[in-house]
C-alpha cells in the first residue's frame, strides 16, 4: 500500500521538498511569477533600497566622502532636534491635527455608507454616491485654491454672504485657530466618498434573511441598521483606525505646506514642513533631516502596534 502511494503523483508531488515544490510551481505559473516580479522589483527599488538612507541620521553628511564614507556621529541629531526650541512646537501640530483627522474621519464615512445603503431609490443612491465620490479625485492644489477663493476677504463666497448682512469676514488662512478645522474638514469633505466605499463593500455582505426576519418582528429601519448594519462594518472600521494611526505624525505635507503662510506658521509648522525646509532649503542638513524623519517612523510604529493591541482587546479583530 505505501508502495502504491510512493508511485502515485499525488505521492511523488509530496515527496520532494519545499525547494523542488517551489520550482515546480513556478514553472508551471511561471506567467504569474513574472507579473509578481514588477511590484515586487518596485518595493524592492523604492522602498527598500532607500532604506540605505537611513543611515545618515547617525552620520555627519559629506557630499565629497558620500553616504558610506562619512563619519559616525550616534544620536547627535536625535539629541539635536529633542533639544531644538521647534521639537515641542511641531510634534504638538503634528500630533493634535493628525489625531484630529483622524478622529473626524472615523464616524463620517461610516454614516454616509449606512444612509446609501437604506436608500431605496437607485437613481437618487447612484448619484448621491458620484457626488460623494468625485472631490477624491481633485487635486491638493485645487482643494486649497478652492478655499483661499471661498475665504477671500474681499471677493469670496463667505465675505459676499457676509456682507449681505453687514458683517465683515476676517481672514481665516491667517488664523493660528482655524487652520486645524479647515485642513481637516476639508480633508473629511475630500475623503468621506471614496472611504465609504471599503464600508458599502461589508454591508453588501449582509444577509437579506436577516433584514427580512427583523421586519416580520417588527423592527424599524433605524433598528434594522443600529442592530444589524452597523455591527457589520465595525471589524472594517477597527482595522482602518489601526492604519490611520499608524500615519498620525505623517499628515500629508502638500496641503499643510499649501497653507501655511507666515501668519499661521506657528499652528501650521509640522514635522513633514520642517523636515522640508532643514533638508532642502538654505543650508541643507541631510542628516539632521533624516533624524527627525526617522524619529517620525519610529513613533508612527509605535503608535501603529498600540492601537492594535487595544482593539484586539475591545473588539477582538486587529490588523495582525
Known sequence: MNGNKKNSPMGLYTSKTKNERFCLAVKRYWQLYLL????????????????????????????????????????????KFFNSYKFIEVVRNTFVTSFYAVLAQIPIPIILALSLNAVRGQKFKKAAQLLSYMPHFISTVVIVSMMMQMFNTRSGLVAVIAALFGKVVPDIFASESAFKHLYVWSTVWQSAGWASIIYLA???GVDPEQHEAAIVDGATRFQRVRYIDFPTVIPTASILIILNMGRVMS?????????????NIAASEIISTYTYKIGLT????????TAIGLFNSVINLILIL???KLSKKLSGSGLF
Open 36 to 79: 509578481l516580479l514588477i511590484p515586487i522589483i518596485y518595493i524592492l527599488v523604492f522602498h527598500y533600497y532607500p532604506m540605505l538612507g537611513l543611515q545618515l541620521a547617525f552620520k555627519k553628511f559629506n557630499a565629497k566622502e558620500g553616504i558610506w564614507g562619512d563619519s559616525w556621529v550616534g544620536f547627535k541629531y536625535f539629541i
Open 282 to 289: 538654505g543650508n541643507a542638513d541631510f542628516s539632521y533631516s
Open 251 to 263: 499628515l500629508g505635507f502638500e496641503k499643510v505646506y499649501l497653507m501655511q503662510n507666515d501668519l
Open 306 to 308: 498600540m492601537t492594535n
Open 202 to 204: 461589508a454591508l453588501a
